[in-house]
């Protein structure tokens, strides 16, 4: 079965830091993984996504992901953190036969001025 | 582009009354539309897939004839929530998923809240 293990409920980073949120899945076959953000009451809002190619993906906001096929991660990272980075951070993956996507537990990523 | 926009964003009902929750994709046509539920500090959980023209498809555990998906056109889903009890308070996401296929990621709607008293 396909599952997404985010590890940390929350993730805490000075402004200016670098940040990683972590994101590890068991998919059977080649994945599609995604990152998004949700801010409060809001719905989801796409940062990322990896399809195939290159292993560093970058997004919006300054956010970049690293596909490690070896160790079936897909953590989350940014150089420099901004207060207004602070959310809740979802990494999802699909199977590429078929359109469902499974979303890990969420991390939530506060970011200290 | 790609923009998902459900209405109402929040709603409040009382108990054994039913509501309904519209999803639109304003600036493209969505073969597929998904119903998303979302508990508080939990994460989403796909209820229902829908394709225009036909019947949603439900996750195990979902009650159809409790939330009634119709998607009655290519920018339109409703999700109606039938006879709602305070348990069914939550907050319920739709996405929305292009003509070009399978590689077009979902795009999100902003949510709606719903409370049943």
């Known amino acids: 079965a396909q599952s997404v293990a985010q590890p940390e409920d929350q993730v805490n980073v000075a402004e200016g830091n670098p940040l990683t949120v972590k994101c590890t899945y068991s998919?059977?076959?080649?994945?599609?993984l995604f990152w998004y953000v949700q801010y409060p009451n809001r719905g989801l809002q796409f940062l990322l996504k990896y399809i195939t190619g290159d292993n560093l993906v970058k997004g919006s906001y300054g956010f970049e992901a690293e596909f490690n096929k070896s160790q079936t991660s897909f953590h989350l990272k940014k150089p420099s953190a901004l207060v207004s980075d602070s959310a809740l951070y979802f990494c999802a993956v699909r199977g590429r036969d078929t359109d469902k996507l499974i979303f890990g537990t969420g991390t939530r990523l506060q970011v200290f001025p | 582009g790609a923009v998902v926009s459900q209405h109402p964003s929040w709603v409040i009902c009382k108990s054994g009354t039913s509501v309904k929750i519209e999803c639109r994709s304003l600036?493209?046509?969505?073969?597929?539309m998904f119903w998303y539920r979302q508990f508080p500090k939990q994460s989403l959980m796909l209820m229902a897939t829908s394709n225009e023209g036909s019947k949603a498809t439900y996750e195990q555990g979902v009650e159809k004839d409790k939330f009634l998906i119709n998607h009655a056109s290519l920018t339109l889903s409703t999700l109606t929530v039938t006879s709602a009890h305070p348990e069914d308070s939550s907050f319920y996401i739709c996405?929305?998923?292009?003509?070009?296929?399978?590689?077009?990621?979902?795009?999100f709607g902003p949510g709606t809240r719903l409370t049943v008293l």
């Open positions: 600036d493209f046509q969505a073969t597929t």
């Open positions: 996405s929305a998923r292009g003509l070009r296929g399978w590689n077009n990621e979902q795009f």
């Open positions: 998919v059977s076959g080649n994945p599609y």
